[in-house]
């Protein structure tokens, strides 16, 4: 041919590209991968392939890593300038090892492992074309919100697909404190299923069941979605108070058994699944189904992989019909013997990411439920718009009646059973008043419920009762509530028997930090805080002012100044009132018209004295016959308020109203004082008050009268032992370390001894006890709680009747119902004050007295006012006139009588107010 030919032939006859492109599918899902293979083919048939075209190279492998490697090598040795891959998460990051070392590209259809790249994020030669698990773990645990699913369990394969698929959704759970992750269970990857009908899940499926969680996470790859469910409905875990959600992988399974005419397909009605948007429902997808059909295709050919396939070569051929645009390597020559890097695949790869119109990725899922009809939408999710339904309206789940749950029912069941019906437990105790105790007839080790009685079982009894359980009591072998031995490193006591799975839970114990590195515990059902006790024993005192001892020295010093106040207060109205007996007889001689009166009145001014130094008595008997002892001078108040004190009267007591108001304040001030005064010097003289000095647990340091002690294998010596505090530390290891609570409470009643301990537990067992000193110290504050093992499943609902039982009051009546006594002892004396009174403590006292002195002084002006009153009405004067006549001769009274400064003869100001003839006050 000669070179003109050549050229003609050239210009005439367009070049064709011809590119090999590999698909990897598995011969273990061979429905699903004719699927592919039929979908890929018609795709492909579609395609304007002038220019460029595109030839398939099939490729199968089973499950086992060295299949998807050979697999692979002979897609390489067929010149492939990418790889279309149906594998999983585990198989794909495998492939995209190996064809990364070469720079061929690989589409994953169904992988979501997070940390292979998505379409958008890819910049090592793979692409993702379903979106990331994270997504998935988000709109599962909202759907698990929704329905107040906060106890769940999970059920994963053991490779990158089921741990990293649900890796987020764990995360997820712990940030929020409602979920708890009730069982996590993970299988190998590789088992294979067996052909005869045996199990290989029952162990993962048991501990499921053992969890009692009626949630279960499905996520583990396609081939096992049959096989688990099988032995889910075998073992009970299919019935209708329990709830599958499934991942991608088992909905993709599902849509294919749901065309299956000899799938058991009644097994999985009532699952709900999630499955990313592959574009069902759009006008590309409604195109390529319709196509298809009338090709003669079937509409169950249309899975997600084979969907997905589909979008994958739409995208390769777009980007390598691009790339033919101008000149690229083209021309891949590889072989996994000879690893070669092909440059044109970086070409390929970013071509591809530039065609997915800026490389966006739908992130959409379906809520799929499988029904007698098939898997059927029942809801979307999306990162915006989060869960929805089927026609992307926002909805309250709770409330629809168009998903149908597992059994057929149309409400949605609770993440936890009602009731614990079937189960049979094993609870700790140890008998201790009044927490449990064991009935006089029943034998030692009695494990009967009939046997005990008290606090404790009490309150198992009602909870067996609600949730239906039955049960049996066991004590630990050597009787202690236990704690943690240094020397041997090990428990002792209850905690012991919980940790060996003796026991499933035990009776009240306290919460410490110690205790719960080994065990777990309910919600707490009482709280508690650590107390002394100590045995105040009788003494004789040696003291020679031993009477001094109730008050501080200011005290008796303010009582001096108060008697003295008040006397001179109570001589003072005395002579002001005008209706004390003082005030009554001068005004009548001021006032009286008699011979006698008008004498002694003419005597006083003529002599300038005081109406008491104009009597002349004849001789002195006749004088010391008219001294007036019934008078409340200075002197005789002095009497009145001294004899208060000794609970004695005299003969002298005011009449005025003010007088007797001042007296009874100060005899009620007397009578608490003298109650006070009593009650201490009463415990002063007969109590040993060195127990009485210890108020803080530091105080045991600082004094040698008194030894103390814990008892070693209970809360408050481990908290003491355990807490990062040198004194506590050095106060349980210096205390006496008592056997049990009998052998403490001896001990403290033979004196000379302070036992530490729960507050309540020492409340109790000496409430009777007249001469002890209870001293709480505000430290060590705890909780009781039921213990029990580490993430136990009866946990949930014993916390859910516990938490109901506190609402409802009922934990707080029960505990006062036995720690309350109904005999109160009744002791022969008060313990007194543990300290001197001193005057802040009498403050209170003391205002009382000055209240009242007050109001004394305020009733002597209204008496004023009163005797005004009854002058104007039996003289007939006004009333302002009376008034002032008494103010007047009051005024004269206070000079003269009081002073002795009389008023001189002519004084008209003095003059003003004298008694006229007829009696009357006349100006």
Not at 309 to 314: C, Q
Request: glycine share 8%; aromatic share 10%.
């Amino acid at each position: 041919m000669t070179r003109l030919s050549v050229l003609i032939f050239t210009l005439l006859v367009p070049v064709f590209n011809c590119y090999n492109v590999g698909i990897l599918m598995s011969s273990e899902r061979l429905e699903e991968s004719l699927a592919i293979s039929r979908l890929a083919d018609f795709t492909v048939s579609r395609f304007d392939q002038n220019k460029t075209t595109i030839t398939l190279q099939k490729q199968y492998h089973d499950s086992s890593y060295l299949s998807v490697v050979d697999g692979t090598c002979d897609l390489f040795k067929k010149n492939v300038v990418a790889i279309i891959s149906q594998s999983g998460s585990s198989l794909t990051k495998i492939q995209f090892n190996l064809a990364s070392q070469f720079n061929v590209p690989i589409i994953s259809t169904i992988a979501t492992n997070p940390f292979l790249e998505s379409a958008n994020e890819g910049r090592n030669g793979s692409l993702r074309l379903l979106p990331s698990d994270l997504y998935q773990s988000k709109a599962i645990f909202d759907l698990l919100t929704e329905y107040k699913w906060y106890q769940f369990a999970i059920l994963a394969s053991a490779d990158d697909y089921g741990i990293n698929g649900v890796v987020h959704l764990q995360y997820l759970a712990s940030q929020d404190s409602n979920f708890n992750i009730a069982s996590m269970q993970h299988f190998p990857a590789g088992l294979d299923i067996p052909s005869s009908g045996g199990r290989i899940f029952e162990k993962e499926l048991n501990l499921i069941k053992k969890s009692l969680t009626k949630v279960v996470v499905l996520n583990c790859g396609q081939k096992f979605v049959e096989q688990i469910f099988r032995e889910a409905q075998e073992l009970g875990l299919m019935e209708s108070s329990y709830v599958w959600i499934g991942t991608d992988a088992v909905a993709a399974r599902l849509e294919i058994l749901q065309t299956n005419p000899t799938a058991n397909t009644e097994l999985y009605r009532g699952i709900l699944t999630t499955i990313p948007n592959f574009g069902k429902g759009t006008d590309s997808y409604s195109a390529l189904e319709t196509a298809y059909i009338e090709a003669g295709g079937n509409t169950s050919d249309f899975v997600i992989s084979s969907v997905k396939t589909s979008l994958g070569l739409e995208l390769l051929f777009s980007s390598l019909r691009d790339l033919d645009e101008e000149e690229w390597d083209n021309s891949p020559s590889l072989d996994c013997t000879t690893p070669e890097t092909w440059e044109g695949g970086t070409e390929v790869f970013n071509a591809m990411v530039k065609s997915l119109q800026n490389g966006t990725t739908i992130i959409e899922y379906d809520i799929l439920n499988f029904k007698s009809e098939g898997l059927v939408k029942v809801g979307g999710w999306g990162p915006d718009a989060r869960l929805t339904n089927h026609n992307h309206t926002k909805v309250e789940w709770l409330d629809r009646d168009d998903i149908e749950f597992i059994g057929g029912g149309k409400s949605p069941p609770d993440d936890l059973g009602n009731s614990l019906t079937g189960y049979h437990l094993r609870i700790g105790i140890v008998p201790e008043p009044p927490i449990a105790l064991l009935r006089e007839n029943c034998p030692e080790k009695a494990t009967s419920p009939n046997c005990w009685y008290g606090w404790n079982p009490d309150i198992i009894s009602r909870l067996a009762t609600d949730l239906n359980f039955t049960y049996e009591f066991v004590q630990p072998e050597d009787g202690k509530y236990g704690s943690f031995h240094k020397d041997t490193n090990s428990w002792t006591g209850i905690i012991r028997d919980i940790i060996e799975e003796r026991v499933d839970f035990s009776g009240a114990i306290a919460i410490n930090s110690e205790r719960s590195h080994a065990i777990g515990y309910t919600a707490p059902i009482v709280e508690d805080q650590a107390a002394m006790v100590v045995y105040l024993k009788s003494k004789s005192s040696t003291n020679m002012f031993f009477f001094l001892e109730p008050f501080e020295l200011s005290v008796w010093a303010w009582l001096a100044a108060l008697a003295a106040g008040m006397s001179i207060l109570m001589a003072f109205l005395g002579k002001l009132s005008s209706l004390g007996r003082y005030g009554r007889k001068i005004h009548a001689m001021q006032t009286c018209l008699c011979a006698g009166c008008e004498e002694r009145r003419e005597e006083k001014r003529r002599k300038k004295c005081r109406f008491r130094d104009t009597l002349a008595p004849e001789c002195l008997v006749e004088e010391v016959d008219g001294d007036e002892m019934s008078d409340l001078t200075l002197n005789n108040s002095f009497w009145l308020v001294g004899t208060g004190f000794v609970s004695q009267g005299t003969e002298t007591l005011p009449i005025a109203p003010s007088g007797r108001l001042l007296t009874f304040v100060w005899w009620f001030f007397v009578l608490i004082l003298t109650s006070m005064y009593t009650a201490n010097l009463t415990a002063h003289l007969t109590l040993d008050r060195a127990g009485d000095r210890i108020h803080h647990l530091e105080d045991l340091l600082h004094q040698s009268e008194y030894s103390w002690g814990l008892i070693r294998d209970r809360n408050m010596y481990t908290m003491m032992e355990y807490v990062g505090n040198e004194i506590y530390n050095k106060i349980a290891d210096k205390s006496d370390k008592i056997t049990d609570l009998a052998e403490a409470i001896q001990k403290v009643k033979e004196g000379g001894f302070v036992f530490i301990d729960d507050s309540t537990v020492i409340e109790y067992n000496l409430q009777h006890e007249c001469h002890v000193k209870i001293v709480k110290t505000g430290k060590f504050s705890n909780h009781w709680a039921f213990g029990t093992h580490s993430n136990s499943p009866y946990k949930v609902y014993f916390d859910k009747m516990l938490l109901k039982y506190r609402e409802q009051g009922w934990l707080t009546s029960k505990f006062d119902e036995w720690y309350s006594s109904d005999e109160k002892t009744s002791c022969p004396t008060t313990l007194g004050s543990k300290k001197k009174f001193d005057v802040s403590v009498l403050a209170g006292l003391f205002l009382i007295l000055g209240v009242g002195a007050l109001c004394s002084c305020s009733v002597v002006f209204l008496e004023l006012l009163y005797v005004a009153y009854r002058d104007s009405v039996r003289t007939g004067d006004s009333y302002w006139r009376c008034l002032g006549g008494r103010v007047c001769r009051k005024y004269r009274e206070v000079r003269e009588e009081w002073f002795c400064r009389t008023r001189q003869t002519g004084d008209k100001k003095s003059d003003k107010f004298k008694p006229s003839s007829s009696g009357e006050i006349r100006d």
